[in-house]
T-cell receptor, first 106, second 112 residues
Framework: KNEVEQSPQNLTAQEGEFITINCSYS?????LHWLQQHPGGGIVSLFM???GKKKHGRLIATINIQEKHSSLHITASHPRDSAVYIC????????FGTGTRLQVFP | DGGITQSPKYLFRKEGQNVTLSCEQN?????MYWYRQDPGQGLRLIYY???????QKGDIAEGYSVSREKKESFPLTVTSAQKNPTAFYLC???????????FGSGTRLTVV
């Protein structure tokens, strides 16, 4: 069993839908990261969480340390949100999930 | 703007040749990392360095070598000993103790 599990692996949505991507982990962590990888391959860091909830624009990330679970929500999804979303946990050396591929259609 | 520069974006090499991937950062980050990404798998750590002139092996270091002669630079050499070098390679950096990561745009290496 992987130390970081993401679900679903693939997700398709219509523009405007509310999206939720889940991440569960089995190791002790000091921080959890949500990353976005576009088809070109470069990765952008969306959030780093150690507790509670963070919001940036249409993106919301939450973490429950006791349950070892985090969710990434996208409100009012748009085709430009289409990407692979990756959860990673650490302190310094990150352990990565395999990613959730999101496609948003107009 | 500060960031991480990886070059080249695409690289083709013949089997048996060593190849060096460049990673430069101007973020004044102490720690730098090399990850490998294969289809359907999470990123895996190859090598990391937390300070100049020091580096440690990650989970899949065999067939790779690194150096950290300057804080800004952490080049990765894929040697002929790496049995399956074709992959996407990502460099990252972080300010130790802060945990904030910055990633490069990656280098896609194809060995033919």
């Amino acid at each position: 069993k992987n130390e970081v599990e993401q679900s679903p692996q693939n997700l398709t949505a219509q523009e405007g839908e509310f999206i939720t991507i889940n991440c569960s982990y089995s190791v002790g962590i000091s921080a959890l990261h949500w990353l976005q990888q576009h088809p070109g391959g470069g990765i952008v860091s969306l959030f780093m969480l150690s507790s509670g909830k963070k919001k940036h624009g249409r993106l919301i990330a939450t973490i429950n340390i006791q349950e070892k679970h985090s969710s990434l929500h996208i409100t009012a999804s748009h085709p430009r949100d289409s990407a692979v979303y990756i959860c990673a946990v650490g302190p310094d050396k990150l352990i990565f999930g395999t990613g959730t591929r999101l496609q948003v259609f107009p | 703007d500060g960031g991480i520069t990886q070059s080249p974006k695409y690289l083709f090499r013949k089997e048996g040749q060593n190849v060096t991937l460049s990673c430069e950062q101007n973020l004044n980050h102490d720690a730098m990392y090399w990850y490998r990404q294969d289809p359907g798998q999470g990123l895996r750590l190859i090598y990391y360095s937390q300070i100049v002139n020091d580096f440690q092996k990650g989970d899949i270091a065999e067939g790779y070598s690194v150096s950290r002669e300057k804080k800004e630079s952490f080049p990765l050499t894929v040697t002929s000993a790496q049995k399956n070098p074709t992959a996407f390679y990502l460099c990252a950096s972080s300010k130790t103790g802060f945990y904030g990561y910055t990633f490069g745009s990656g280098t896609r290496l194809t060995v033919v």
